[in-house]
Each structure stands twice: as C-alpha cells, then as structure tokens.
C-alpha cells in the first residue's frame, strides 16, 4: 500500500469498521450501505478525494449473499491519491441510499447502474433509465438476463424458427 | 445504338403505360441516407467517383425521408434507434423500397444482444438484403439493380391494393 494512503484507510477503518482488501496496490475499502453516505462524504471533505473517477457495480450471480458489489473510485488530485471504496448488497432488488449529494456527477451513473444492473437508489432525484428504452423490461448487465433473442436458423430447423421471427408487418 | 436504331425516323414508340413508369422510377431512384455504422462508408465509396453510383440514375441522397424513395439502412440498428427508423420509413412517399445493407440490418450479424434488433425487417418491410461486413460497393449496387428488378416488374394493381 502506498504509505501517504495508510492514514486515510485507517481513518475509515476506525470509523465505520470497514474492511478492506489489496490487490496489486489497488486498496479496496468495504462499507456498509448505510454509511455510505457518510464515508464518501468524509472523504471527500477531510481527506481531499474531490473526484468519483469510476463508478459501477458487480453482479456476483448466483451468489445472492452478496449479490451485487458497488464501486466507487475516488481520486484525490491534491495528493496523487486513488482509493476504492465497496458496498456489498445482497438480493436480486436492493436498495441503497443515493450519493448525488456527495457527488454531483453520480447522477448519470446511479441512473445507468439502475438500468443495467436493477439496483434502486433511494432518494435519487431523477431515477429513469438513462441507456435503454423507457419500456424495457429487464437489466442487461445482470448475469441472469437472457445473452441474445436470436435463435440461429439452420436448414432443418428453418421454416420453424421462421414462423416466431417477429418480422413487421407493413 | 438501342433505342435509335430500333426506332429509325418514326420517333415514337409504343410500350405500356406500366413498363414506361416502372422504367423511369429505377433511373430516377433517390436514395434516403440512412448511415448508421461502418456501412455508411462503402455506401459513400459506391456513390463516390470510383463506383458512381449515379451511373444508374442514383444522383443525389436524400436528407429528408420526403424526397425520397429508397431506405438503404446501413449499419446495426439500435432499439432506442428503431422508432426513429421507423417514422422516417412512414414519411417516405408511396411507392418506397428498403435495401437492409449488410449483415447487421440484415439479422443483427456479430450483434446478437439486448440493445440491437436482430435484423431492420423487425421494424419496416426489407425489399433486398445485401450480405457483406461490410459489403463492398459492388454488392450495393448489386443490391441497387436487384431492387430495379424488383421495381420493373411491379404491377399497377398491386400498389394500388396497398
């Protein structure tokens, strides 16, 4: 771990009882979904982590305990900092309170993370799908949503799959 | 050659009414542009000097959907994107044809997911598909010609039933 970060994840740690994980210097900090809020806001205005560079989330399909992982990636540019900071939601419709407010810039990304993934930010002040047309049922990026509709036609199956192909019809 | 020789000094002809429509609409045909993705390029190399297209009576591409006759889709076609395609389609004056060029307009080719239709014949009538990732110029104009086929044998009783 980079030294200058070490009072930074220990300053979370003590905290909020964060765990925190290392992967080839990248520093992963766990959080629960209820200080979220709190954390991201501690960081940006006493350790100097003014920017949400990344922002996304992880299906881990079939596990449902937890399902899905949030990603924050904070950036400081006063001190040439990167951290990342995780939430760990469990079940297939979680709810998590919304970051816009520490954020401005997560605005767009919580709407394309409910989208893609399903996952509601309570509180979120435009929560409409950003990507994907307004009557689409579904989201895309979850592990268990269907990869394609397309059944491949060969010649003995043809005129059957022909028949269900929804073609338009003038 | 052709006509004048046939014809000597007489300076008419005799044909159906049919054959002289049919025959002027595919040397008249303006194409709407509708460039989506990579397709769109060999669409304007087939229009550009070294193929050019005008050679078959292919002037000018159409911006508005009202002066034209012809959809050439090129290129994959979103879901948010298929409305659009689809009201251009409807705002194209009778008698109109659609070429899907190349294999994504054709059934969705390497894009086989949530956010493209497998294929534009899922939004409006496709005439002629032109297979190719994409298809170079000569397969569009082979597709152009297919579609003149198409148009010379058109009757008038069969559009108007439409």
Not at chain 1, 127 to 144: A, F, N, Q, S, T
């Amino acid at each position: 771990m980079n030294k200058n970060l070490e009072p930074v994840v220990k300053t979370i740690q003590d905290k909020f009882g964060a765990g925190c994980e290392e992967f080839r210097d990248e520093v992963h900090l766990f959080v629960k979904p209820e200080q979220i809020v709190e954390a991201l806001t501690l960081l940006r205005d006493e350790q100097g982590f003014e920017l949400l560079s990344a922002y996304t989330a992880v299906d881990y399909y079939p596990s449902e305990t937890p399902r899905f992982h949030l990603i924050y990636q904070l950036t400081s540019l006063v001190k040439n900092l990167s951290v990342q900071v995780r939430v760990a939601v469990n079940g297939s419709s979680p709810k998590v309170p919304t970051v816009t407010g520490v954020y401005a810039s997560a605005n767009w990304r919580e709407r394309e993370i409910f989208d893609m993934f399903g996952i509601e930010f309570e509180g979120h002040p435009d929560p409409r799908r950003i990507l994907m047309p307004e009557d689409h049922v579904g989201h895309p990026l979850r592990k268990d949503f269907p990869l394609g509709y397309e059944e491949p036609q060969f010649t003995f199956n043809f005129d059957e799959i022909d028949l269900r192909k929804p073609y338009v019809k003038e | 050659m052709g006509v004048e020789q046939k014809l000597g000094n007489m300076g008419v002809v005799t044909t159906t009414l049919e054959n002289v429509v049919n025959w002027s609409r595919t040397n008249a045909m303006w194409p709407m542009l509708f460039g989506l993705a990579c397709c769109a390029i060999e669409m304007m190399a087939a229009q550009a000097s070294d193929y050019d297209m005008s050679r078959f009576g292919m002037e000018l591409m159409r911006a508005s959907p009202r002066q034209s006759d012809l959809m050439i889709v090129a290129g994959r076609v979103s879901k948010k994107m298929g409305p659009v395609l689809r009201r251009l389609y409807d705002q194209m004056p009778e008698p109109k044809w659609v070429i899907a060029m190349g294999d994504c307009a054709s059934c969705g080719g390497v894009f086989n997911n949530y956010a493209i239709y497998q294929g534009v014949d899922e939004v409006v009538p496709v005439d002629v598909y032109v297979a190719g990732c994409p298809p170079r110029p000569e397969a569009l104009i082979h597709g152009v010609l297919t579609v003149y086929e198409k148009v010379k044998g058109e009757k008038f009783k069969d559009l108007a039933a439409k």
